[in-house]
């Protein structure tokens, strides 16, 4: 008999646009080409000038770039000018789903030790507040993240 997930129960997220998830130390923020192709258009750019301006090179992949900043490597597309007091996703509505499925990354959900962990390490205020989010919520949103494809493209 398989044992429920310790978070059988879900979990309380809520997001604070404090942008802690968005920045830190230098990091990767993958995405597929259809995301690729989503964000360029979004922006008005071609791909070419969309990878030059807005990525870096990171192994096999690409990565979305960053800029070192007094709060550490924020995403190129992290606003902290638009809304005082708050960090936003300047691409929002075709943001990678890296960022789409944040807290309920694979990692952040093995162990409560390791949810405990991320809370603290990033730290996220939003995870262990707010609505409560159901487990088959979080499982499918999980799974989606743990399925994407391999940035190696």
Same mark, same amino acid.
């Given at each position: ?6 978070y ?6 809520s ?9 830190g %130390?230098?990091? +990767? #923020? ?10 360029? *258009? ?5 791909? $070419?000038?969309?990878r030059r ?17 007094e ?9 902290r000018?638009r809304? %005082?007091?708050? +960090? #936003?996703?300047?691409?929002?509505e ?5 960022? *789409? ?5 694979? $990692? ?22 707010g ?14 993240? +743990?399925?994407?494809p391999?940035?190696?493209?």
């Open positions: 008999m398989q044992r429920p997930e310790w059988a129960d879900g979990l309380a997220f997001c604070t646009q404090c942008g802690n998830c968005c920045t %130390p230098e990091g +990767a #923020v993958w995405f597929s080409l259809e995301e690729e192709t989503a964000m360029a *258009r979004h922006l008005g750019l071609e791909i $070419e000038e969309f301006r807005c990525t870096k090179k990171l192994g096999r992949g690409r990565s979305l770039a960053e800029r070192v900043t709060h550490g490597h924020d995403c190129v597309f992290l606003d000018e809304i %005082p007091g708050k +960090a #936003v996703c300047s691409i929002y075709v943001r990678p789903l890296q960022c *789409r499925t944040w807290p309920w990354w694979p $990692e952040n959900l093995g162990s409560r030790r390791a949810w405990e962990a991320t809370k603290k390490r990033v730290p996220c205020p939003g995870m262990g507040t609505r409560p989010h159901a487990y088959q919520e979080i499982r499918v949103v999980r799974d989606r993240q +743990a399925a994407s391999d940035p190696a493209w």
